[in-house]
C-alpha cells in the first residue's frame, strides 16, 4: 500500500508547477492550461483522504469540481476567443485596459 | 507493485506537468496536460477510485482538452509571444518563491500526525465503487446534483453569448 504523504506530496508538487505556469507563463490559453493543473492537483488531495478514511464524501466533491471546472473552461474559453476577436493577441500583458 | 505503478504514473505525471513550462506552443501544452490527467487517472486506480478514473478520462482528458484543442486551433496563434523585458526579473523570482511554496507545503504534510489508516470498509460498499457514489449523489447530495445541472445550462448560455459574433 502506497503511504499517503506520497499522494499529498505528489499533489502537492503538481499545485507548485500549476502556480508556477500561472506567474511565469503570458499566453492565456497556457495560463488557463495551469489552472486546470491545479485544480486536478487538488482532486488528487481530495481523492486520497477520500479513500485512505473510507469516506465517499470526497470523491463526490471531486465529481462536483470537476462538473464546476468543465463549466468553467467553456465559460474561460469563450472569452479568450472574445479577448483574441477585439485584440488579435493572446498575451495576458497586452490586456490591460481596467490597469490604471 | 502497487507504489512501483504509482511511482510509474507520478513520474509521468510531473513530467508532463513540468512540460507544460517547458514548452511555447500552446497545443504541446495542451498535449501534455492531456498526459498528466491520464497519468492521474491511473492514480486514482492505485486509490480504488475506479469510478473517478473513468470520469477523469471521459470528462476532463475527453471533453474538457477536446474543447481547449479545439479553441487553440480555431485560434491559431502557434507561438508563445516572446517574453518582454520588464517581466524577466519575474521568471527569476518564481523559483525561489515555487520552493517557499513546495516546502510549505510537505512542512504542512510531515506536521499531519500519522494516521493507523486505510480503513478498509466491508465488501459490496467499497468507496469509490459507481454503486457507493451513486448513492450517495441521489440521496444526500440530489439538492447540489441538480444545481450543477443549472449551472452548466448558464455556462453553455454564457460561452454562447461571449463567442458570438457582433450582429449575429
Known amino acids: 500500500m502506497v503511504p499517503l504523504s506520497w499522494y499529498l ?35 488528487l488531495t481530495l481523492v486520497s483522504l477520500s479513500s485512505f478514511f473510507g469516506d465517499v464524501n470526497g470523491q463526490l466533491f471531486v465529481f462536483i469540481v470537476m462538473t464546476v471546472a468543465a463549466a468553467e473552461a ?26 490604471l | 507493485m502497487e507504489k512501483g505503478l504509482f511511482i510509474l504514473f507520478a513520474v509521468l505525471a ?35 477510485a475506479q469510478f473517478l478514473a473513468a ?8 471533453a474538457i482538452m477536446v ?8 485560434l491559431n496563434e502557434p507561438k508563445d509571444q516572446p517574453q518582454i523585458e520588464k517581466q524577466k526579473w519575474l521568471r527569476y523570482l518564481a523559483i525561489p518563491f515555487a520552493g517557499l511554496l513546495i516546502a510549505e507545503m510537505f512542512y504542512v504534510i510531515r506536521s499531519v500526525k500519522p494516521v493507523t489508516l486505510p480503513v478498509t470498509p466491508a465488501e459490496g460498499d467499497a468507496v469509490g465503487t459507481v454503486s457507493s ?10 439538492l447540489p446534483f441538480e444545481v450543477t445541472s443549472v449551472l452548466i445550462l448558464m455556462a453553455v448560455v454564457g460561452a454562447m453569448v461571449l ?3 457582433e450582429g449575429d
Open chain 2, 67 to 74: 474543447l481547449f484543442v479545439f479553441v487553440i486551433m480555431l
Open chain 2, 14 to 48: 510531473l513530467a508532463s506537468a513540468l512540460n507544460i513550462l517547458v514548452q511555447r506552443n500552446p497545443l504541446q501544452g495542451a498535449l501534455s496536460l492531456i498526459a498528466t490527467l491520464a497519468s492521474l487517472s491511473a492514480v486514482y486506480i492505485t486509490l480504488q
Open chain 1, 74 to 99: 467553456a465559460v474561460g474559453l469563450a472569452i479568450i476567443i472574445s479577448i483574441f476577436r477585439n485584440r488579435e493577441s493572446l498575451n495576458v500583458d497586452e490586456v490591460d485596459t481596467l490597469k
Open chain 1, 9 to 43: 506530496g505528489l499533489s502537492a508538487m503538481l499545485f507548485t508547477i500549476g502556480a508556477m505556469g500561472v506567474f511565469i507563463k503570458r499566453n492565456a490559453i497556457t495560463i488557463f492550461l495551469c489552472i486546470e493543473l491545479m485544480l486536478n492537483a487538488a482532486n
Open chain 2, 163 to 165: 463567442a458570438r459574433r
Open chain 2, 133 to 142: 457514489i451513486g448513492k450517495a449523489l441521489f440521496t444526500t447530495y440530489l
Open chain 2, 55 to 62: 470520469i477523469q478520462i471521459v470528462v476532463y482528458a475527453g
